[in-house]
Nanobody, 125 residues
């Protein structure tokens, strides 16, 4: 299984970006997916998850601004990021977990089996 994240870039505060994560190998519909981020000097933190059934979870810091979605036919997961803030600056990683139940996606990064390489999001003030 391989994950390829893309869509990062430089954007002004208040702007938007859409991150994409392409998954190859495995059975994508069996994967719970997560987006995590890591800012310089900080630990990796959860941003959002989406279960196999499409149930979404958001950390409070992004709730109302970010939207996670998945397209099982295309084996893609997306993170639409609106109203971006400088504190959203980080490398964003997508991750896949093939052991979760239908309506569950882990919040613990250690539960994820596969990771993408990361895409850098920089939000200028």
């Amino acid at each position: 299984v391989q994950l390829q994240a893309s869509g990062g870039g430089l954007v002004q505060a208040g702007g938007s970006l859409r991150l994409s994560c392409a998954v190859s190998g495995g059975t994508f519909s069996r994967a719970a997916m997560g987006w995590f981020r890591q800012a310089p000097g900080m630990e990796r933190e959860l941003v959002s998850t989406i279960s196999r059934s499409g149930s979404a979870y958001y950390e409070d810091s992004v709730k109302g601004r970010f939207t996670i979605s998945r397209d099982n036919a295309k084996k893609m997961v997306y993170l639409q990021m609106n109203s971006l803030k400088p504190e959203d600056t980080a490398v964003y990683y997508c991750a896949a977990d093939y052991n979760s139940k239908l309506d569950h996606a882990p919040q613990d990064p250690n539960k994820y089996d596969y990771w993408g390489q990361g895409t850098l999001v920089t939000v200028s003030s």
